[in-house]
């Protein structure tokens, strides 16, 4: 059975991590002086990053390219009514109100770690509830093998779809067992809060043991298919971006390392960190890539 | 054709009695202000990046305008020769402030990382090429140099400047995860500044 490793316990009075920033900032300097990195588990017990961190620092290129952009720009987007399509290999494929789609599923929090193929990363408390549900709900049928989404494009509030930056609509994917897995949500929420649009309102994808631009945003497709989609970044760049993009460590960017990370908000120094193997969730999901050459499938 | 015949000397004019001090002090305001906004936690979320990008920036930009100063004596007969040494120590300082930044803030002194990703990245490779070519340049920025080594042999040295240009806005271009229209007009400008000089003298 599985349990979320992180809990609503895990998260530190904020008197006493604030004290402890001082105490990693000045581990950083000291491991500058003494030439040591810091491990990401000496930070094992996680908290999570300020709403404001979470909010103002976002890749959602439909919004413009820098991380300030989705926040300053999407705020036109209006979320409600929302309606996914729900198609391919389904029981029950339709057009469903966000409303419907969602139902009685209960939200939870989930305190993930949340890793950028740009090597910097942050902790973020999610609300929001397993895919599998979702997706049993909607009845996944016998030859599907891979769950593609697709993100709205909205060119009267999207600056960036009017510039061919990404080919749009923003597509991702993941194989099945990836998605029914446990670990794997749909969030709608921050904090508590309603997620905001620059986060991906009003619902979203989180694959926490995948880079981020995994965890596709204001999703209006899901769409269970056969065989293996071609997601928006390895479309641009298949060299440098893999259908798969597990966190690994051990598997380098072509431009860049991917051994370590840069914590957002941990200041000028001290701020890199260790990068863990599936982000630190190889207990929970090492086993679904048994076999596989991961250098291969990146 | 009589108002353009006379600006640029007249600027010129006016330059000549300027002293260089204020162009060095200028110069160091953009830098020092970057370097303010980081100390005081100003940067936004990943102030480090920010630094870096900025400082690299900075650089290359100096570094542009330094090779302004022949066309701009050429084509508008406005002279700030005097000036272009200092745009290029500037240029300089803030390159090795970019890379000192990139070894102790982003890479905190991982030195095996650091030497494994100068030789494995084709964009850093080209960045530290370009720092390479700029240290016999800077080390002969001073007047006495030119003595010493015959104009000649120091005018050739400092066409290294040519080459690093160009691979500073290479770098720019390449560690860009998109194709960025900002970083390709500072490649276009350094080409387009490099390449009049092809023009003009053909045989090195």
């Known amino acids: 059975m599985f349990k979320p490793d992180l809990t ?7 008197s006493v991590w604030l ?60 979320t ?31 305190i993930y770690r949340f890793r950028c193929v740009e090597a910097w990363s942050m902790v973020i408390p ?19 093998g891979y769950v593609a989404f697709e993100t709205a494009v909205l060119p009267d509030v999207m600056e960036g779809v009017k510039f061919p930056i990404l080919d749009w609509p923003y597509k991702e994917g993941l194989r099945l067992d990836e998605a029914m897995h446990p670990l794997t949500i749909m969030a709608t929420g921050i904090y508590d809060k309603p997620i905001p649009n620059q986060n991906g309102a009003p619902m979203r994808l989180v694959v926490p043991w995948k880079y981020g631009f995994k965890s596709i945003k204001t999703i209006v497709r899901i769409s269970l298919v056969a065989e293996q989609p071609v997601n928006t970044w ?36 001290g701020s890199r ?26 | 054709m009589g108002a353009a015949a006379t600006f640029g000397p007249r600027i010129s004019g006016v ?32 102030p480090v990046k920010t630094l870096e990008h900025e400082l690299g920036l900075l650089s290359l930009q100096f570094l542009l305008a330094s090779l302004c100063v022949t066309p701009l004596l050429r084509f508008a007969r406005i002279n700030l020769l005097k000036f272009r040494k200092a745009l290029g120590l500037l240029a300089f300082g803030y390159l090795v402030l970019h890379f000192l930044v990139w070894l102790f803030l982003d890479l905190q002194m991982r030195w095996s990382t650091i030497g494994a990703e100068i030789v494995k990245r084709p964009y850093l490779t080209i960045g530290f090429a370009a720092f390479v070519l700029l240290l016999p340049v800077a080390a002969t920025s001073w007047q006495g140099a030119v003595k010493s080594m015959g104009a000649l042999a120091w005018q050739r040295l400092h066409r290294l400047v040519y080459v690093a240009v160009l691979l500073g806005a290479v770098h720019f271009v390449m560690q860009e995860k998109v194709w960025s229209l900002e970083s390709l007009l500072y490649l276009a400008a350094a080409t387009l500044l490099v390449g009049m000089r092809f023009l003009w003298v053909r045989s090195w």
Do not use: C
């Open chain 1, 8 to 14: 609503r316990d895990d998260v530190t009075p904020e």
């Open chain 1, 273 to 298: 960190i260790d990068t863990l193997m599936f982000n630190g969730y190889a207990d929970q999901v090492a086993s679904l890539y048994e076999g596989m050459d991961l250098r291969k499938n990146f």
């Open chain 2, 15 to 46: 330059v000549r009695k300027l002293p260089t001090w204020p162009v060095y002090l200028a110069g160091m305001v953009p830098g020092g202000w970057l370097i303010w906004r980081a100390l005081t936690n100003q940067l936004g979320m990943d």
């Open chain 1, 126 to 144: 999610w609300n929001g509830f397993e895919l599998n549900k979702l997706l049993n709900k909607v009845g996944v049928q016998d030859g599907a």
């Open chain 1, 234 to 269: 390895q479309h641009s760049a298949a060299n440098e971006y893999g259908f798969f993009a597990n966190v690994n460590p051990e598997v380098d960017h072509p431009r860049w390392s991917q051994a370590s990370e840069r914590v957002i908000g941990a200041g000028l120094f």
């Open chain 1, 19 to 78: 004290n402890r920033r001082q105490i990693i900032a000045a581990l950083g300097a000291g491991s500058i002086a003494g030439g040591l990195p810091l491990a990401a588990n000496a930070l094992e017990e996680l908290e999570p990053h300020t709403w404001e961190q979470i909010t103002t620092y976002n890749n959602f290129y439909e919004f413009g390219t820098s991380k300030s952009d989705p926040a300053e720009n999407s705020q036109d987007m209006v």
């Open chain 1, 80 to 110: 409600d009514p929302w309606t996914v399509k729900v198609d391919g290999l389904v029981d029950n494929p339709g057009e469903y109100s966000l409303a419907d789609l969602i139902g009685d599923i209960p939200t939870e929090e989930r």
